[in-house]
């Protein structure tokens, strides 16, 4: 059974650049057919697909957030890792990784989540 | 604003059947076979209970079931029960190569 754990800061201050890696255990991240995904939700807000990455390195984003994010991947520590710039309040959220099978919306696995918060 | 709409709230009492819509368009919902559905619980993980528009995961009642027409998905839950209530979210792949969210919709057991 793969798991997934995220990890990073707990608060970033504003401006700054919001970074999370998420652990990958249970199964190789470099498996086929899988594309490795962040997803957040705002406080009493819904749930916002943030992008996803293969595990050759391909990335999709977002629209409204393209210009502050970056996801990479290390397969060789089987991880996955979000950098968000320019942070502001707007961006405090409880931020989730997730495994998407096919990249069809189809998130199978997701991790516990973990609450970011900015603040000056 | 979500790329996806849904009800902010539907209700219903025990053992009664109620229904969740997800509207878009023929750009994302109507244009492919790729909406899914998910149950959140608050402080959870949520959770894969629909893929492919109407395919449910392995573990995933039966009293769940889902379909499509047009730009419009839904999500029925029948026998409604304690444990059914959460947020349920839609989402689906959109022809720009991107996923969308529906805004969420609180399911309350009267």
């Known amino acids: 059974q793969v798991q997934l754990q995220e990890s990073g800061p707990g608060l970033v201050k504003t401006s700054q650049t919001l970074s999370l890696t998420c652990t990958v255990s249970?199964?190789?991240?470099?498996?086929?057919?899988?594309?490795w995904s962040w997803i957040r939700q705002h406080p009493g807000k819904g749930l916002e697909w943030i992008g996803y990455i293969f595990h050759s390195g391909t990335t999709y984003y977002n629209p409204s957030l393209e210009s502050r994010v970056a996801i990479s991947v290390d397969t060789s520590k089987n991880q996955f890792s979000l950098k968000l710039s320019s942070v502001t309040a707007a961006d405090t959220a409880v931020y989730y990784c997730?495994?998407?099978?096919?990249?069809?919306?189809?998130?199978?696995?997701w991790g516990p989540g973990t609450l970011v918060t900015v603040s000056s | 604003q979500s790329a996806l709409t849904q009800p902010a709230s539907v209700s219903g009492s025990p053992g009664q059947s109620i229904t969740i819509s997800c509207t878009g368009t023929?750009?994302?919902?109507?244009?492919?076979?790729?909406v899914s559905w998910y149950q959140h619980h608050p402080g959870k993980a949520p959770k894969l209970i629909i893929s492919?528009?109407?395919s449910r995961p392995s573990g995933i009642s039966n009293r769940l079931s889902a379909s499509k027409s047009g730009n419009t998905a839904s999500l029925t839950i029948s026998g409604l029960q304690a444990e059914d209530e959460a947020d349920y979210y839609c989402?689906?792949?959109?022809?720009?190569?991107?996923?969308?969210f529906g805004g969420g919709t609180k399911v309350t057991v009267l």
């Open positions: 989402t689906s792949y959109t022809s720009s190569n991107t996923l969308a």
């Open positions: 249970g199964g190789a991240i470099s498996r086929g057919g899988y594309f």
């Open positions: 997730a495994r998407d099978y096919g990249g069809n919306s189809h998130f199978d696995q």
């Open positions: 492919d528009v109407s």
């Open positions: 023929s750009s994302d919902v109507g244009g492919y076979d790729y």
